[in-house]
């Protein structure tokens, strides 16, 4: 069973950086969709990003033009790159992954991480 593991979370000031990273746990097609969710206590989970197969992306509207989110093929990682940084921003923040980029948009996803905390 493929599990994803996220890293590179932690604390910021407002206005920083951040880099995430996510890897297959397991052997894991570069034809899956995959993507960026977050969620806050007590809150739904909101869309962050996701990219497809063919390198299509898509980005939730509060991240749109300060999140960045790509992958290497080669090595099977996927990245989402955060800039200036707001409080707001501060959540779990998960990978996922699915054949369908529908269903990965809509959170209807195969395959989730446990998540990495990004403080802001």
């Known amino acids: 069973h493929v599990q994803l593991v996220e890293s590179g979370g932690g604390s910021v000031q407002a206005g920083g950086s951040l880099r995430l990273s996510c890897e297959p746990s397991?052997?894991?097609?570069?034809?899956?969709?995959k993507g960026w969710f977050r969620q806050v206590l007590g809150k739904g989970r909101e869309f962050v990003a996701a990219i497809d197969y063919s390198g299509s992306t898509s980005y939730g509207d509060s991240v749109q033009g300060r999140f960045i989110i790509s992958k290497d093929n080669v090595k099977n990682v996927l990245y989402l790159q955060m800039n200036r940084l707001k409080p707001e921003d501060t959540a779990m923040y998960y990978c996922?992954?699915?054949?369908?980029?529908?269903?990965?948009?809509?959170?209807?996803?195969?395959?989730w991480g446990h998540g990495t905390q990004v403080t802001v």
């Open positions: 397991d052997v894991m097609y570069n034809s899956e969709s």
């Open positions: 996922a992954a699915d054949h369908w980029f529908a269903d990965l948009v809509r959170g209807d996803a195969k395959y």
